[in-house]
């Protein structure tokens, strides 16, 4: 594997194109496409010039024609099953995140990675944006102290994105909380580690056409005395969709959106007042950096590396998605049980 181009294919063609020109620009062959929509495989095909006996409107077709890899951009209730296939076909999976819509295909997965001697990674793409990766790196040098509390955000407006309910993201399973919340949660996660006890409240007055809250806010309790916040919306009416994050700590305070040209670093001095101009770390802008996960899942495969989103946390970052809805619908606190591997 180690001299030769890694062979991907890819599974349906809309979020996956950004996973096509990712995969191109690490150097990868495309060995297929697949989308069931043949206008879609005819125009993307085209686009990016890949031969007729590369596309394909069936998966399967594509199981045992040589493939390495695929990256699976299929709808998210799709996940599973298409993991499970690929899989046990000894072909290395970058299955889209959410993980699963529910605990049952959670655990489906988890058992496939662990029984699989091909390797797979759930697309928590947030861990690969600039800015995330910054605030990550200032908070392990020790700039901000001891976090004490984190708050992120998914806020989006979905009213051209579900436009009837046939839209597989107004299945009543395809929260928002869970669909795009994941997002804000995994890095929550990344930053604060596992939410061990929640507590959600939900509003509905956006968008009528879907069958769950279209705003969530929950608080939670992470390890080490930290707390935290993170809000939903798949219906906002405002204007850029960066992920507003905060990450205060005891002695500084990181303000970072995932779309902005620059972090917000408030520190301290000796005393511990705090300094009055923050500093602006300028960070490159690139909220959606398919390439560098396409990068970090190639170099796990070939250097035989551990991959960081692996199933098992993917799960666990759906897991608190999914405890985050059950709170908000039960008005109970949740505790979440993140041991899959019982
Ligand atoms: N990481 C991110 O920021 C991000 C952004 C957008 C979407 N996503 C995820 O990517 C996945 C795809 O989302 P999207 O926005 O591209 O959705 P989409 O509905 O716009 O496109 C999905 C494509 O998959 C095709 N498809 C459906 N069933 C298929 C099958 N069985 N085999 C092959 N192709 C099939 C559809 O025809 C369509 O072209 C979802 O899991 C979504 O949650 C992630």
Redesign the pocket.
């Known amino acids: 594997m180690k001299d030769k181009k890694m062979v991907i294919g890819i599974?349906?063609?809309?979020?996956?194109l950004r996973h096509l020109e990712g995969a191109q620009a690490n150097g990868c062959e495309i060995g297929a496409i697949?989308?069931?929509?043949p206008e879609?495989l005819k125009e993307y095909g085209d686009q990016y010039g890949i031969p007729e006996e590369k596309r394909f409107t069936n998966?399967r077709d594509t199981l045992n024609i040589g493939l390495d890899a695929v990256v699976l951009?299929?709808?998210?209730q799709?996940?599973r099953q298409l993991t499970i296939d690929f899989l046990n076909a000894g072909i290395h999976v970058l299955c889209?995140?959410?993980l699963a819509l529910n605990y049952e295909d959670i655990r489906a997965i988890v058992e496939a990675e662990r029984t699989s001697k091909a390797r797979f990674m759930v697309?928590q793409?947030c861990r690969f944006t600039p800015a995330f990766v910054k605030v990550k790196e200032i908070i392990n040098s020790g700039k901000i102290g001891e976090i004490y509390y984190v708050e992120s955000e998914y806020a989006h407006d979905y009213l051209h994105i579900i436009e009837d309910v046939t839209n597989?993201r107004a299945d009543p399973k395809r929260h928002c909380v869970i669909?795009g919340g994941c997002?804000a949660v995994d890095l929550m996660r990344w930053i604060a580690g596992d939410p061990y006890e929640i507590t959600a409240y939900g509003t509905h007055k956006l968008m009528p056409i879907v069958p769950y809250d279209d705003a969530t806010v929950a608080i939670m309790r992470f390890p080490n005395d930290v707390i935290g916040k993170v809000f939903v919306s798949c219906g906002c009416k405002r204007t850029g969709s960066g992920m507003r994050t905060l990450v205060y700590g005891t002695k500084g305070t990181i303000l970072c959106t995932s779309n902005a040209k620059t972090i917000t670093v408030w520190t301290t001095d000796e005393a511990g007042n705090v300094n009055k101009e923050p500093e602006e770390v300028e960070v490159e802008i690139n909220d959606?950096n398919n390439k560098a996960e396409i990068a970090a899942f190639i170099d796990a495969i070939v250097n035989d590396k551990p991959i960081v989103t692996n199933a098992i946390e993917g799960a666990k970052s759906a897991l608190a998605c999914l405890s985050i809805v059950e709170s908000a619908e039960t008005h109970k606190t949740v505790f979440p049980d993140y041991s899959f591997s019982k």
């Open positions: 599974m349906g063609l809309q979020f996956g697949c989308d069931i929509l879609r998966y951009a299929v709808p998210d799709l996940h889209e995140k959410p697309g793409i597989w669909g997002h959606h």
